[in-house]
């Protein structure tokens, strides 16, 4: 091995990550055993931060551009190396490399549904999905709190963490919103909107800044649906209950009389005889408590029922002549056509 082959193997003159891999946050370039010549050039593209860590402990980061390292350039390794004055010799020192893209399309969801509190259901278990956008704005904290000294630190591995902070602060946020999740759910923005600010927040602490985030589709729990429907259904039939009924069908019988004793024959000439006409608000409200009972086999009243309700028309009979409802006419003919019928 010639002299120059071992001085290129030894010393790295230029650092710098091309990123030849897709999906790769954090890179250690590789020193093996080569140390760092004095006044290296370190190459740190857009969308890049390079950290120089002496024995786990980070010492000087770097942003996009190209840097001269000396101990100008490095005073925080400097320091750590105890260098007092302007070093002459190679040095080794790990080296990091930190992808600063933003991370678009990324896909999240709850495969589990999340239990929240809610003003209207109490508690309710809820399914969501969306996209999110995310990116490495700290590397430090990066570095300390997620991918340490690994080699490679990839996306896939960062999501796998990010996935569980998600849910939880979901959880959290949705539970102690003041608007309804039934709001949330008709308007996914403003869903979204009372997420995002909690994790942001929460992906912050691990060095990760949010971008974007949107919820795309939220699948209520069937028990939440049936009673939803229950409730849309009643809303749109709009009937009356029992109470409201029975009130309207005495309504509708007491006006009904003094209607029907004002057409020409009095109230007989509704239907075949006073018999028929005094009966009117007791066949009304037989019919609509039909309506509103469960429907029973008819049976045929006793025929002692049948004579007192004779004698009750005429009392009744008696009653509308006085009160003048009635002609004395009607009230002759009526009344011997029920005492035939009564003694036969």
Not at 158 to 175: C, H, N, P
Not at 307 to 328: F, H, P, V
């Amino acid at each position: 091995m010639g002299i120059g082959s071992f001085i290129k193997k030894q010393f790295i003159d230029v650092l710098q990550w091309n990123e030849d891999e897709e999906g790769v946050l954090a890179w250690r370039y590789p020193m093996q055993d080569f140390e760092i010549q004095n006044g290296g050039v370190l190459v740190v593209r857009e969308s890049q931060v390079a950290v120089f860590v002496n024995e786990g402990q980070i010492a000087d980061v770097f942003g996009p551009g190209t840097h001269k390292l000396t101990t100008q350039t490095l005073p925080v390794l400097t320091n750590l190396k105890n260098w007092d004055k302007l070093f002459d010799s190679p040095f080794k020192s790990d080296v990091y490399f930190f992808s600063t893209r933003v991370q678009t399309g990324r896909k999240w969801g709850t495969p589990q549904p999340i239990t929240i509190r809610d003003k209207d259901f109490d508690m309710i278990r809820v399914r969501a999905f969306g996209m999110y956008s995310y990116r490495v704005t700290d590397a430090r904290k990066f570095f300390t709190e997620i991918s340490g000294t690994r080699d490679t630190y990839t996306r896939d591995q960062v999501e796998d963490q990010l996935r569980g902070i998600m849910l939880a602060t979901m959880a959290s946020s949705l539970g102690g919103a003041n608007v309804a999740f039934l709001d949330m759910a008709a308007n996914q923005a403003l869903m979204a909107q009372e997420i995002k600010g909690d994790l942001a927040d929460a992906f912050a602490r691990y060095g990760i800044g949010l971008d974007e985030f949107n919820v795309a589709s939220v699948s209520l729990p069937e028990e939440l649906q049936a009673a939803l429907d229950e409730r849309i259904s009643a809303g749109m039939k709009g009937g009356l209950s029992a109470d409201k009924m029975a009130g309207f069908t005495r309504y509708q019988t007491a006006t009904a009389i003094p209607l029907a004793a004002q057409n020409e024959g009095g109230i007989a000439g509704i239907g075949a005889g006073l018999g028929a006409g005094v009966t009117i608000g007791q066949a009304m409200g037989q019919a609509v408590g039909a309506s509103l009972a469960p429907a029973a086999p008819q049976a045929m009243a006793p025929a002692a029922a049948a004579e007192e309700s004779i004698e009750a028309r005429l009392t009744k009979l008696k009653g509308l002549l006085d009160k003048g409802l009635i002609s004395a006419a009607d009230y002759d003919s009526t009344k011997a056509e029920l005492l035939k019928k009564l003694i036969g």
